[in-house]
């Protein structure tokens, strides 16, 4: 029922604010507003003129250009405008695609001839920036394609039915967390950014060099790749800005299959400051550690 709701009030907003507009003039006005901001930096849950996550930007371009409210996380886009195939895709038109090996995680703005315009938080270029199609990385995560303008309210939004996100294995958890969830984690919000991480069958630790917003929700989603499966700790901590000592949030045990994922509860981040996120194997040797920064920037 929500979907209903959701994909008929961005129905009848479209058509309150295309009026009598060309489709293909406001296709090209949405191409305008989104490549005046080619270059912003990325920041999770950032939705501004200065910095951006990538369903953010959409929104942003969207509204600016027509005054438009859109989803706020991928997860919302995946079932949300009409559906349309990727092949006949038309500028504006929106990629939904999965980083995190489980769910609707990024979102993207079509430009045509097979390139696309999205705020991006990694590889060799971040920000937003154009990427083609038929990369390498993205080509293969691409689930699916929505259609917000051009439409006819009452017709194509009625029938925008979503497909499931392929399965994947399934994560078994292994009793109760031996901690109680944070004040903070989300009970029936959709999480804003989604984070793909892999175990690694090696200890790898490292800082992510994008920040998060201040009041920001992120969903970790973790996945197996050691090569075998088995049981695993999963730990996160905020780390006290004085003492620098770990102030533990979450503390989970999980069995996973070979690549099977498992995603932790949407977290808000309210408190600027430096996170953990910490896997451990069964006997209790750390496998991977992952820092960032969450700060008032972007906001």
């Known amino acids: 029922m929500k979907r209903v709701m959701l994909a008929a009030l961005v129905a009848l907003s479209a058509a309150s604010a295309f009026g009598q507009q060309s489709e293909e003039a406001m296709r090209k006005k949405l191409l305008e507003v989104a490549f005046k901001y080619r270059g912003v930096p990325y920041v999770y849950g950032a939705e501004s003129a200065t910095a951006f996550d990538c369903s953010g930007f959409v929104r942003w371009v969207y509204r600016e250009a027509y005054g438009i409210e859109l989803p706020r996380s991928a997860r919302q886009f995946y079932s949300a405008g009409s559906p349309v195939d990727s092949k006949v895709a038309l500028a504006g038109d929106v990629f939904v695609y999965d980083t995190v090996g489980g769910a609707p995680s990024h979102v993207a703005i079509y430009v045509g001839d097979n390139t696309v315009i999205h705020a991006v938080s990694e590889g060799q270029k971040t ?21 917000f303008i051009g439409f006819a309210v009452g017709s194509a939004v009625d029938g925008a039915v979503a497909v499931p996100v392929p399965g994947k294995p399934a994560a078994t958890p292994l009793g109760k967390p031996e901690a109680k969830p944070s004040a903070a984690e989300l009970k029936a919000e959709q999480a804003v950014a989604d984070i793909g991480i892999v175990i690694p069958a090696a200890r790898a630790s490292f800082f992510d060099r994008i920040p998060a917003a201040a009041g920001t929700s992120i969903a970790f989603t973790l996945t197996n790749g050691s090569g075998k499966g088995g049981s695993f700790i999963v730990l996160f901590f905020r780390i006290d800005p004085t003492s620098y000592k770990l102030v533990q949030i979450h503390d989970e045990k999980v069995k996973l299959a070979g690549k099977a994922v498992f995603s932790l509860p949407p977290y808000r981040f309210d408190d600027p400051g430096k996170y953990k996120l910490v896997v451990k194997d069964s006997w209790g040797n750390p496998l991977v550690e992952r820092e960032f920064m969450v700060n008032d920037a972007g906001r």
Not at 127 to 147: E, M
């Open 127 to 147: 920000g937003v920036i154009v990427s083609p199609t038929n990369d390498r990385y993205w080509a293969p995560r691409l689930i699916a394609a929505r259609r």
